[in-house]
């Protein structure tokens, strides 16, 4: 089985960064759908942002849209989200996650369901002042 690590979560104040990064072990991400994925406090679990091994196709959620951007690393096969222009209501922990590319269809069928094959251990973010 696919084992993912999440880092990099902390505390950030409104308006800051934060990279997370998501390291893979086992297997290279090579045939996988990859996303990140948040749940704040008393609140279901949503789609941040999926991306495709196969054609580096994307996809974001309209909260995240423009601040957030997530991109893959071979080399290192991790696949990272760099986090700018943080809001309070981005607080949470992130997960990463994996699913096969031959389970699923698109970018946004990978954040639409949380039926994923990998899940990561997730990473605290919190924004506050």
């Known amino acids: 089985q696919l084992q993912l690590v999440e880092s990099g979560g902390g505390l950030v104040q409104p308006g800051g960064s934060l990279r997370l990064s998501c390291a893979a072990s086992?297997?290279?991400?090579?045939?996988?759908?990859i996303g990140w994925f948040r749940q704040a406090p008393g609140k279901e679990r949503e789609g941040v942002s999926c991306?495709?091994?196969?054609?580096?196709?994307?996809y974001y959620a309209d909260s995240v849209k423009g601040r957030f951007t997530i991109s893959r690393d071979n080399a290192k096969n991790t696949v990272d989200l760099q986090m700018s222009s943080l809001k309070p209501e981005d607080t949470g922990v992130y997960y990463c996650?994996?699913?096969?590319?031959?389970?699923?269809?698109?970018?946004?069928?990978?954040?639409?369901?949380?039926?994923?094959?990998?899940w990561g251990q997730g990473t605290q973010v919190t924004v506050s002042s």
């Open positions: 996650a994996a699913e096969s590319l031959f389970r699923l269809s698109s970018v946004q069928a990978m954040c639409a369901t949380l039926v994923l094959g990998s």
């Open positions: 086992r297997f290279t991400l090579d045939y996988y759908y």
């Open positions: 991306i495709s091994s196969r054609d580096s196709s994307t």
